[in-house]
C-alpha cells in the first residue's frame, strides 16, 4: 500500500516559517498530483496545496495563498511544503498525499487519494 511519510513539523512563533517534507517514492513517476492537508482539533481536513508532477504547476487554498508554496525534488522523491508567515490559526496537524487531480485536493471534502494516510506531522503555531 502507498503511504507517504511527513517530517518537518514543530513548534514556531507567529511570523515565523517552517519548511514540511513528504518522503513520496512514486513521486514523479508514479503520482499525477501530491498534495498537503491539514486538520485541526475539531474541524476537517482541508486540502493547502497541490503540485503537479508533469508540470511542476502549483495551486493552494486562499487562506494560505501567498505565504505557503509547495516544490519537489524528483531525484530524492520528496515534495516540500514551505510556510512562511505562520498564523496561530495555520496550527494544524499536516498530512501529504498523492492524488489524481489538484480538483481532489482543494476541492473535494474526501479526496480519494493514492494508498493510505500517513501518521501526519504537527505544526504548532504559537507565542
Known amino acids: 500500500q502507498v503511504q507517504l511519510v511527513e517530517s518537518g513539523g514543530g513548534l514556531v512563533q507567529p511570523g515565523g516559517s517552517l519548511r514540511l517534507s513528504c518522503a513520496a517514492p512514486g513521486f514523479p513517476r508514479d503520482f499525477e498530483v501530491v498534495g498537503w492537508f491539514r486538520q485541526a482539533p475539531g474541524k476537517e481536513r482541508e486540502g493547502v496545496s497541490c503540485l503537479s508532477s508533469s508540470d511542476a504547476s502549483s495551486s493552494y487554498a486562499d487562506s494560505v495563498k501567498g505565504r505557503f508554496s509547495t516544490s519537489g525534488d524528483k531525484a530524492k522523491h520528496i515534495v516540500y511544503l514551505q510556510m512562511n508567515s505562520l498564523k496561530a490559526e495555520d496550527t494544524a496537524r499536516y498530512y501529504c498525499?498523492?492524488?489524481?487531480?489538484?480538483?481532489?485536493?482543494?476541492?473535494?471534502?474526501?479526496?480519494?487519494?493514492?494508498?493510505?494516510w500517513g501518521q501526519g506531522t504537527q505544526v504548532t503555531v504559537s507565542s
Open positions: 498525499a498523492a492524488t489524481r487531480t489538484c480538483y481532489e485536493v482543494l476541492r473535494t471534502a474526501h479526496p480519494q487519494i493514492y494508498g493510505l
